[in-house]
């Protein structure tokens, strides 16, 4: 059974995302399994607090109660986005051994919106496949259909294989690495393909943030419409804090919290944040193995978060199935109780998962 995201599932997601990056460690620990984290998330438990990353000083018990606060049962008495993002950019981590500091700092968000709606998505469905093109080169997205050229294409390389789409990685000359996303339905029709994809591609568009990725433009590929991004070689946010452990942790949270924010302040549910290791790579970079969970939380290479993956929020009131990963670790840990049992989620409940 599926259940319809809200604004307040995200910000649950939002909080234990947060304390993966601040801990780099995954939410309730990376050896309980799936059944132990349903069971605590749907008796309210939340996860410990490691007091030696949340001090029980003024600054650590701020940052550990908006994530509890996050993480509150009853998803009417989680914070909103915009708040979680407040809290987050009046703390920081200076280097040394004293984790959190206070600042009295404002909260800059630098944005742009053309709401995407109903109308938008009857428009693409309704729309052949020349019309899309047509549609989104008079929009101004880039046609990248010719730039995908065999002649002008160095390598490509499968990145991921998830429930929902296929992401890769194209060197193409002349040009910087590029990411092609191109979405799966689960049947075989292919106007319900084309038509997922051209929602994405349409929702995408219409959002212009700091901390969300920039769509590049699209390519027909094959016969199918598929999106391109940048390339972000920091991966995910928490392969990033590993790699980089003296970064401004609290601020790669603020800034998934704008972000977040952002989306909310204009009827928009993500519906799927989380981030994630990168499980499908060996210890030279090299792909050992496809991953079947995406991570939608990446970090430019100027170490700015940017949230990716709107392919959720764009099923108007569909019912969706979870990605899980081989191993059975899927996006579970990142969902609010009642998504986990497969309830079927209100607005407050959505809440409950973003704060």
Not at 198 to 225: K, P, Q
Request: proline residues 5%; aromatic residues 8%; glycine residues 8%.
């Amino acid at each position: 059974m599926g259940y319809r995201r809200t604004s307040a599932s995200d910000v649950y997601a939002l909080g234990m995302t947060a304390m993966e990056i601040i801990t780099r460690g995954a939410p309730y620990g990376a050896n309980v399994d799936d059944f132990s984290i349903r069971r605590l998330a749907g008796t309210g438990e939340l996860p410990p607090r490691p007091v030696d990353t949340f001090p029980e000083n003024g600054a650590g018990n701020i940052i550990w109660n908006i994530l509890c606060k996050c993480w509150s049962y009853k998803p009417a008495d989680r914070p909103t986005a915009s708040h979680v993002s407040t809290v987050m950019h009046k703390t920081y981590q200076p280097p040394g051994r004293t984790p959190f500091c206070l600042l009295g700092l404002g909260v800059p968000d630098h944005a742009e919106f053309r709401r995407w709606d109903a109308a938008d998505a009857q428009a693409v469905d309704q729309r052949g496949h020349a019309d899309l093109v047509s549609h989104f080169e008079q929009r101004g997205l880039t046609n990248y259909t010719e730039l995908f050229h065999p002649n002008n294409i160095i390598t490509v390389a499968s990145i991921a294989d998830t429930a929902l789409a296929n992401v890769y990685r194209a060197e193409l000359l002349h040009h910087e690495p590029v990411a092609i996303k191109c979405v799966k339905h689960q049947t075989s029709y292919k106007k319900l393909k084309e038509q997922r994809a051209a929602r994405e591609l349409s929702c995408w568009s219409s959002y212009t943030h700091d901390n969300i990725l920039s769509l590049l433009g699209f390519a027909v590929v094959g016969e199918e419409i598929a999106m391109v991004s940048p390339w972000m070689i920091n991966g995910c946010v928490t392969d990033y804090v590993t790699h980089n452990p003296d970064c401004n942790r609290l601020e790669l949270c603020s800034q998934l919290a704008r972000a977040i924010a952002y989306i909310h302040a204009h009827d928009v549910v993500h519906g799927d944040i989380k981030s994630v290791c990168s499980h499908g790579l060996g210890h030279t970079g090299a792909i050992t193995s496809l991953p079947t969970l995406q991570p939608n939380v990446l970090v430019s290479d100027s170490g700015i978060v940017k949230v990716t993956d709107f392919g959720v929020s764009i099923m108007d009131h569909q019912e969706i199935e979870f990605s899980v990963t081989s191993s059975g670790r899927g996006t579970e840990r990142w969902q609010a109780s009642g998504s986990i049992q497969n309830f079927d989620v209100s607005y407050d409940d959505h809440i409950e998962a973003g704060s």
